[in-house]
T-cell receptor, first 114, second 111 residues
């Protein structure tokens, strides 16, 4: 049973829609992340939050808007997406920031933009 | 760019065989993690290695960190169908929270 829960598991949206992805962790971790996983490409880091503060925005288009209201919840708001944004979006958390801390991932949201 | 190269990209073997997959970089790692991702799920952490030459074992899985801390290998003994999945290596950044992932090795173990 994962300690990081993502909803929804699957999402199909039109290019003019607005939707949100939700991530929740019950591990007491201080850092949370959004990653994008596309076919034949490495996991791409999108955003990093540490203690509810955004500490990294990896040149992500503004049609993706993150929100971290508290240390247990992370959202990714989506609007006017493009078909190339179709991918698996993964949320992760870690106890601290730094490469020695393992990440706990959620099961992901499979997003299809039509 | 600090790239991680994983090889092979795809590997299909029969149950009971042994295999080794590799993770390489041109620059030194501060630490390295291995994950396994099953279809429809997120990656799950298997191990973290931080010391050059370090060897860690997890049941039938043996992880080795190169002496120069630029490469790592994962060896599976007597593979089982349950080992099927995408094996990802990830290097720790020298500062901050960034983990950089390789593209992964897709392993299929046939019964």
């Amino acid at each position: 049973e994962t300690g990081v829960t993502q909803t929804p598991r699957h999402l199909v949206m039109g290019m003019t829609n607005k939707k949100s992805l939700k991530c929740e962790q019950h591990l007491g971790h201080n850092a949370m992340y959004w990653y994008k996983q596309s076919a034949k490409k490495p996991l791409e880091l999108m955003f990093v939050y540490s203690l509810e503060e955004r500490v990294e925005n990896n040149s992500v288009p503004s049609r993706f808007s993150p929100e971290c209201p508290n240390s247990s919840h992370l959202f990714l708001h989506l609007h006017t997406l493009q078909p190339e944004d179709s991918a698996l979006y993964l949320c992760a958390s870690s106890q601290g920031r730094g490469g020695n801390y393992g990440y706990t991932f959620g099961s992901g949201t499979r997003l299809t933009v039509v | 760019t600090q790239l991680l190269e994983q090889s092979p990209q795809f590997l299909s073997i029969q149950e009971g065989e042994n295999l080794t997959v590799y993770c390489n970089s041109s620059s030194v790692f501060s630490s390295l993690q291995w994950y396994r991702q099953e279809p429809g799920e997120g990656p799950v952490l298997l191990v973290t290695v931080v010391t050059g030459g370090e060897v860690k074992k997890l049941k039938r899985l043996t992880f080795q960190f190169g002496d120069a801390r630029k490469d790592s290998s994962l060896h599976i003994t007597a593979a089982q169908p349950g080992d099927t999945g995408l094996y990802l290596c990830a290097r720790g950044g020298t500062s901050g929270s960034r983990l950089t992932f390789g593209e992964g090795t897709q392993l299929t173990v046939n019964p």
